[in-house]
T-cell receptor, first 114, second 108 residues
Framework: DAGVIQSPRHEVTEMGQEVTLRCKPI?????LFWYRQTMMRGLELLIY????????DSGMPEDRFSAKMPNASFSTLKIQPSEPRDSAVYFC????????????FGPGTRLTVL | QKEVEQNSGPLSVPEGAIASLNCTYS??????FFWYRQYSGKSPELIMS????GDKEDGRFTAQLNKASQYVSLLIRDSQPSDSATYLC????????FGDGTTLTVKP
């Protein structure tokens, strides 16, 4: 079975540009999480969805960040406009219904904002 | 105070030794506790979960939980060079909060 799929794997953009990160959770999983990882701040939860509905977006840094989950198999994280301090690895993770154990992480998107 | 704190590391142990990783948390309502391993440039992967006080063993790994002290630890016995990675403690009280991680190096 395919794991969590993220695209692109690497993104280099210039300050002020719009960036869209994509995630396809594992089929059948009903909760999806977006994380950001930096050396300075570690792994931070940005937002999570349950059954496509945003449950907690308190980790979203500011209005420049937005996330959507239009259906059970796709989610996006958008940054507009991007800034150099947004440079990080962004992970998407999913878990199946009724399971409180393992979060299955995608390979991550390494974002560099110049 | 951070919600989840780990010993800062880095931690270096010789091959075959026991590696001890520690984590404290601030939310007494936390119910679920996890240890993830993250190799450099890779994503985190779950290695242990623990929900009740005491020890839980899985192969060379033992997780220990003490809710009264708000403390969770991970012991790795017979450490191998392949155990060299960053270990992340995660605590769930609704949503999961991760510690900053402890980098372990096992020297042959």
């Amino acid at each position: 079975d395919a794991g969590v799929i993220q695209s692109p794997r690497h993104e280099v953009t210039e300050m002020g540009q719009e960036v869209t990160l994509r995630c396809k959770p594992i089929s059948g999983h009903n909760s999806l999480f977006w994380y950001r990882q930096t050396m300075m701040r570690g792994l931070e939860l940005l937002i999570y969805f349950n059954n496509n509905v945003p449950i907690d977006d308190s980790g979203m840094p500011e209005d420049r960040f937005s996330a959507k989950m239009p259906n059970a198999s796709f989610s996006t994280l958008k940054i507009q406009p991007s800034e150099p301090r947004d440079s990080a690895v962004y992970f998407c993770a999913s878990i199946p219904p009724g399971i409180v154990d393992e979060q299955f992480f995608g390979p991550g998107t390494r974002l560099t904002v110049l | 105070q951070k919600e989840v704190e780990q010993n800062s590391g880095p931690l270096s142990v010789p091959e075959g030794a026991i590696a001890s990783l520690n984590c404290t948390y601030s939310d007494r309502g936390s119910q679920s506790f996890f240890w993830y391993r993250q190799y450099s440039g890779k994503s985190p992967e779950l290695i242990m979960s623990i929900y009740s006080n005491g020890d839980k063993e899985d192969g060379r790994f033992t997780a220990q939980l003490n809710k009264a002290s708000q403390y969770v630890s991970l012991l790795i016995r017979d450490s191998q060079p392949s155990d060299s990675a960053t270990y992340l403690c995660a605590v769930r009280a609704g949503k999961s909060t991760f510690g900053d991680g402890t980098t372990l190096t096992v020297k042959p």
